[in-house]
């Protein structure tokens, strides 16, 4: 009996070697895991909120044009656009549909 008792102490202490071994192996490895997945959830949130902060710019920018051509396009009268040379066009021709096209060629499609 003592010696079946010596017997799997001796093969309990060799394999608590490799089972320590083993998960202090796989704790480091998880570790690792761990350690790059922040870094790539810190540089991911810091990716994102860069591009909130282009979209916010371009945003603001677009804002702006927006305004800008507004304010053009209020301007644009014929006389103030006579200042530039500019005159209103003439309509020299005005061809009528005739009534037998019927009504898929009046709604703008062709024949």
Request: proline share 2%; aromatic share 8%.
């Amino acid at each position: 009996m003592t010696r079946a008792i010596a017997q799997t102490y001796k093969m309990t202490n060799d394999y608590r070697a490799h089972i320590a071994a083993t998960l202090f192996g796989l704790c480091a490895f998880m570790v690792i895991l761990y350690a790059v997945n922040i870094y790539r959830t810190i540089s991911s949130t810091i990716a994102l909120q860069s591009t909130q902060a282009h979209v916010a710019a371009l945003s603001s920018a677009v804002g702006k044009l927006d305004s800008q051509y507004l304010d053009i396009s209020l301007s644009a009268t014929p006389s103030a656009l006579s200042k530039y040379g500019l005159s209103q066009g003439k309509v020299s021709a005005f061809i009528s549909s005739p009534a037998s096209l019927g009504s898929v060629a009046m709604s703008g499609h062709e024949l």
